[in-house]
């Protein structure tokens, strides 16, 4: 796994590419909401869970728009993250395997978790992605590609 802050030397087209799902705009959507029942009861305090709502959502919605998970031909691309902004290259060689979790609603909104297994046996998790089955099955259908033309003895090329 390689963690830096630079954009990806090399180009390369990108098979799939998903994002962070709308689902991250429900918890401020809620804080708002209470903060508006609450109003008349405390105004103070409801207008506080209201700003603090509206500079979460704003931070989400940015977060949104500048995070992408990227499946390339050799490797996986992560870009997540605001205010603290975070690049994930993980080529396939460094990848032992990925899965993903979806709870009661994600099944229901279409977002999860994605788990990405390294061969040290270490797990890196992503929550929150968009279409995650679709992603986890392009991915493992990348690595497995990957694998078999990078295997040792085989010289007729993978036929």
């Known amino acids: ?88 290259e993980f080529p396939y060689s460094q990848l032992a395997g990925a899965d993903f979790h979806q709870p009661a609603l994600g099944v229901i909104l279409n977002f999860g978790k994605i788990m990405l297994v390294l061969p040290n046996r270490k797990v890196v998790v992503f929550r929150l992605v968009a279409r995650p089955n679709e992603f986890i099955e392009r991915l493992k259908a990348e690595i497995i590609r990957f694998s078999q033309e990078n295997e040792p003895g085989r010289a007729d090329g993978g036929a």
């Open 1 to 88: 796994m390689t963690e830096t802050e630079n954009v990806p030397r090399k180009a390369e087209p990108v098979l799939y590419r998903t994002t962070v799902h709308w689902a991250a705009l429900l918890g401020p959507g809620m804080l708002f909401v209470l903060g508006g029942l609450s109003l008349r009861a405390k105004p103070v305090a409801a207008l506080v869970m209201m700003g603090l709502a509206i500079i979460w959502g704003m931070f989400s919605i940015h977060n949104l728009r500048a995070s992408e998970f990227a499946v390339h031909a050799s490797k996986l691309t992560i870009r997540i993250g605001f205010p603290f902004k975070r690049f994930y």
